[in-house]
């Protein structure tokens, strides 16, 4: 399904090199895409509220707009620095590292007096005060979070790094290590943790880091984003560049909670920075595979689209494949360059964790729309109609043809990702067999 949106105008990207606070401010505002997670749905912008589930419970973002009594309008540039690069909140005391402060300590002095002046300026207050935050006692006492920084959360004054290695100016992978280490905190997605739920790696230094997710997040996992076959290793530059602007490359296109980093975030950023980001990820080797679910290997083969070609439908879930997928991802698995993903060397499709898979063909997915690419793409949910065998099946049959060499699905699997998503994610059969 294709659809066409209103035309957005973008922020100034020129925030990256302008001398204006306010105007470099809310630049790096988007950069970190804070409005993503201090917004709910359909809310006022940083007012606050987003839910988000943890091993220990759902917690909510708090209110950053600068209203005097519900937000951050008493906090002085010291109040407003303790919380986003040390994990100290004014009000609330310790933060839960789903605030990325461990990121974040390495954001500059100036770029934090920008965003301070942003938000305090620029950013519309609002009167709201967040639901409280769903954890029990006594894991919702703060107090021990205070261990947990200084065992693993970085000293921002050990970690700074000179203002000339932080400018736009500055050589592509120095930039780029900065804005992926730290305001982009992409590790805090797609670097595993460790049972105290502490990144394994916050830095190049060691292979773990950015090596992917070792457990769903909101119901997905991250991939690798080192140069290996479950990561970028297929990737050019202007592959990744095109993903952070548009959602979508010649392999494949953003879901999950990439997509809200797309539209909140990536899209608005100069395209010196993306640059910069991509030059920055190209120089990462193959990872230390710390989340059990590196690719398999690819070698395309034409079988399988000489099969379906002839009408042969013995193999498992191919009948179901022809049925639900092949319109769009074609007999041959190729897809749509830039529309519809490829299925046949797609890293998500090839992960040995079958999650995101599973997950989207009960889900569906929209590709967000950009400035520079307004139209949508819809992947339409098929929980209401597959059964978790058939779901099963489908899956099993992605993941093993064109010369893809993932393992089988099990309706067991199908089940346990099915669960979350609640009744309404029950086969229409099941739901009227039950009444």
Known sequence: ?????????????????????????????????????????GG???????PFASPIGTMYS??????????????????????????????????YPAMPYPSYARVSDQDMKDMYAYFMQKVQPVASDPPRNGITWPLSMRWPMGLWRAMFAPDPAKVQV???????????????????????HCGACHTPRSVTMAEKALTDADPL??????????????????????????????????????????????FGGMSEVIEHSTQYVSDSDLQAIAAYLKSLGPGKDGSGNAATAFAASPD??????????????????????????????????????????????????????????????????????????????FAWRLTDEQVADVSTFVRGNWGNNAQAVTSAQVAKVRKPLGEQARPVSERAAAK
């Open 162 to 184: 000179q203002a000339a290695a932080v400018a736009p100016t500055a050589d592509p992978k120095v930039r780029g290590a900065y804005l992926v280490e730290g305001l982009g």
């Open 44 to 50: 006022k912008p940083f007012a606050g509220g987003a």
């Open 304 to 381: 399988t689209a000489n099969a379906l070609w002839r009408g042969d439908t013995r193999q498992r879930g191919s009948a179901l494949y022809l049925d639900n997928c092949a319109a769009c991802h074609r007999s041959d698995g190729k897809g749509y360059s830039q529309v519809f993903p490829a299925l046949a060397g797609n890293s998500a499709v090839l992960a040995s964790d079958p999650q995101n898979v599973i997950a989207i063909v009960l889900q569906g997915h929209t590709v967000p729309p950009t400035t520079t690419r307004p139209s949508t793409f819809t992947m339409p949910a």
């Open 1 to 41: 399904m294709v659809t066409a949106e209103p035309h957005r105008p973008a922020p100034p990207i020129e925030g990256a090199t302008s001398r204006d606070p306010l105007v470099r401010g809310e630049y790096l505002a988007r950069m970190g895409d804070c409005v993503a997670c201090h917004t709910v749905k």
């Open 62 to 95: 708090s209110n950053i707009t600068p209203d005097k009594e519900h937000g951050i309008g008493s906090y002085s540039f010291e109040d407003f620095d303790q919380a986003v690069r040390h994990g100290v909140d004014k009000k609330k005391g310790s933060l």
């Open 209 to 254: 880091f950015l090596s992917g997710s070792d457990q769903p997040m909101d119901g997905w996992t991250a991939k690798s984003l080192r140069g290996d076959a479950s990561g970028l290793a297929s990737w050019s530059a202007a592959d990744i560049v095109a993903l952070l602007k548009t959602g979508r490359n010649d392999h494949t296109a953003v």
